[in-house]
């Protein structure tokens, strides 16, 4: 890899990351109502999970797209189904003084799974390997997976840290749930792209 296709690569990857999309509003809001500390699997998960899902699309497990075609068809009913039962466990989340009592933040391996339903890491991992490991050879793709590993957890922190920031403002139950409610309803508006063809 070249070093302008790596500065290039690393770009896209920071802006992929840092911008908003399910991940980072859910970590958010995790850091919100959990803590920084409590999201860490949350974070690991969806770093480790994003690298190993670019991996596998790019030694081709996309291919099982073009040989069958309902499949595409059935992760849209996943990836939705699978986002609004976590706009609900968002929505529905303890406040920070019960959360040891009521409510759990999400783990490393939901985290993981998520990757394979999020249609904005399909989006970055199929973007990522197809212009950035056009040979799509075993040393490119894993070139491009750790470039997004490395820019991927830092970026994503920066959400969890936001987010726990602002327990100083959500300090009342009704805050906390209006916040809550809003990240739940941002969450199920980054479906659009999923739902629109």
Do not use: C
Request: proline share 7%; no cysteine.
């Amino acid at each position: 890899m070249t070093w302008d296709i790596f500065l290039a690569l690393a770009g896209f990857a920071f802006v992929t990351s840092i911008t908003p999309g399910p991940n980072n509003l859910m970590l958010m809001a995790s850091g919100a109502n959990f803590g920084f500390r409590r999201t860490i699997p949350h974070m690991l998960g969806v770093g480790i999970g994003f690298v190993v899902m670019a991996v596998l699309v790019g030694v081709g497990l996309i291919g099982i797209f073009e040989v069958w075609p309902p499949a595409h068809t059935l992760l849209k009913v996943l990836s939705v189904a699978y986002m609004l039962w976590l706009a609900w466990k968002i929505a529905n989340a303890a406040a920070p003084k019960d959360a040891e009592r009521a409510g759990r933040p999400i783990t490393f391996l939901q985290a993981a799974a998520f990757q394979w339903v999020n249609p904005k890491a399909w989006a970055m991992a199929l973007t990522a390997v197809g212009v950035y490991a056009p040979s799509q050879t075993l040393p490119a793709v894993l070139a491009v997976a750790f470039v997004f590993g490395a820019i991927n957890l830092p970026s994503v922190s920066t959400w969890t840290v936001l987010g726990q920031q602002m327990r100083r403002v959500l300090t009342s139950p009704r805050r906390l749930r209006a916040f809550n409610l809003v990240m739940a309803a941002l969450l199920i508006a980054s479906l659009w792209p999923v739902l629109t063809p």
